[in-house]
Nanobody
Framework: DVQLQAFGGGLVQAGGSLRLSCAAS?????????IRWFRQAPGKERERVSC????????TYVGSVKGRFTISNDNAKKTVYLQMNSLKGEDTAVYYC??????????????????????????WGKGTEVTVSS
């Protein structure tokens, strides 16, 4: 059974940190996947936050989190992390991870697939809620 599980959310004060985890079961992230973190705040549309390619490790971030969030991948643990520092109230949202198989030869896959709709993601985890209090 193929699953993604996102966890690590919680309540944190502004300026604090959280680390979200996205764990895969039933498949591995090795070579050929892009793994994306999305978030959706109350009353707002879902937003792409960050992406990592499991093939070459290249990453992308939405401008509002650059310099504060770091995405990383541990293939051995089949887990992708999102380290979130200097959290702000506007980071409050439900965070989701998703994965899409793009093949092992697509360079800078996060950029190459950026135009694709989020419905193209093959696997989704249930969200984990992040609340940043001011």
């Amino acid at each position: 059974d193929v699953q993604l599980q996102a966890f690590g959310g919680g309540l944190v004060q502004a300026g604090g940190s959280l680390r979200l985890s996205c764990a895969a079961s039933g498949f591995t992230f090795g070579g050929g996947y892009v793994i994306r973190w999305f978030r959706q705040a109350p009353g707002k549309e879902r937003e792409r936050v960050s992406c990592i390619s499991s093939s070459d490790g290249t990453t992308t971030y939405v401008g509002s989190v650059k310099g504060r969030f770091t995405i990383s991948n541990d293939n051995a643990k089949k887990t992708v992390y999102l380290q979130m520092n200097s959290l702000k109230g506007e980071d409050t949202a439900v965070y989701y991870c998703a994965a899409q198989y793009v093949g092992p030869f697509l360079e800078q896959a996060c950029i190459a697939t950026a135009h694709r709709d989020s419905h193209s993601m093959h696997y989704w985890g249930k969200g984990t809620e992040v609340t940043v209090s001011s």
